[in-house]
T-cell receptor, first 114, second 117 residues
Framework: EAGVAQSPRYKIIEKRQSVAFWCNPI?????LYWYQQILGQGPKLLIQ????????DSQLPKDRFSAERLKGVDSTLKIQPAKLEDSAVYLC????????????FGDGTRLSIL | AQKVTQAQTEISVVEKEDVTLDCVYE???????LFWYKQPPSGELVFLIR??????QNEISGRYSWNFQKSTSSFNFTITASQVVDSAVYFC??????????????FGKGTKLSVKP
């Protein structure tokens, strides 16, 4: 079974620029998550999708972050404009439906803001 | 409010030693799930185990074992006869079953384990 695919693996941009990350979940997983992991901390949920609908985006900074999952499969996360504090690893995860289901993570995108 | 505390920031052991990683959680829900994940230097989070709040049986998988105690709100992880390949950051996480929170994993800050040869 193929795992969660993310790209790019690394990204370096200057502050105020925009950036987009892509994620393709495990086939058959209806739930998709985007997490932000700042160095030295645990991942923090940004947004959760169930198929193509948003379940929870309460911690997404909506003035600069946006995400979509138009066809209920792959997803993109965008930051515009980026700030220095956005430097982090952005992790995508997917799971079967239900809070008891383990989430399977991709390798993440390491974002550095100069 | 829900919270996961991993008080040990870093642990260093010598190969073949046993090591226990502590996890304490807070939740007001009666139904919840606890997870452990491993994050090696490559960065990918690897799922290790899930326990639900109604099952306090301890679990053993090879050199890994988990001790879940609701009375102390703890879900500790023990590695027996540690190996260099166990070096990683280990995260404990909590998921609540209530509506609006389903699937949202609350992570601790992680414990960095270094196993030296």
């Amino acid at each position: 079974e193929a795992g969660v695919a993310q790209s790019p693996r690394y990204k370096i941009i200057e502050k105020r620029q925009s950036v987009a990350f892509w994620c393709n979940p495990i086939s058959g997983h209806a739930t998709l998550y985007w997490y932000q992991q700042i160095l030295g901390q645990g991942p923090k949920l940004l947004i959760q999708f169930q198929n193509n609908g948003v379940v929870d985006d309460s911690q997404l900074p909506k003035d600069r972050f946006s995400a979509e999952r138009l066809k209920g499969v792959d997803s993109t996360l965008k930051i515009q404009p980026a700030k220095l504090e956005d430097s982090a690893v952005y992790l995508c995860a997917s799971s079967l439906t239900g809070s008891n289901q383990p989430q399977h993570f991709g390798d993440g995108t390491r974002l550095s803001i100069l | 409010a829900q919270k996961v505390t991993q008080a040990q920031t870093e642990i260093s052991v010598v190969e073949k030693e046993d090591v226990t990683l502590d996890c304490v959680y807070e939740t007001r829900d009666t139904t919840y799930y606890l997870f452990w994940y491993k994050q090696p230097p490559s960065g990918e989070l690897v799922f290790l185990i899930r326990r639900n709040s109604f099952d306090e049986q301890n679990e053993i998988s090879g050199r890994y074992s988990w001790n879940f105690q609701k009375s102390t709100s703890s879900f500790n992880f023990t590695i027996t006869a540690s190996q260099v390949v166990d070096s990683a950051v280990y995260f404990c996480a909590l998921s609540e079953a209530r509506r609006g929170s389903q699937g949202n994993l609350i992570f601790g800050k992680g414990t960095k384990l270094s196993v030296k040869p």
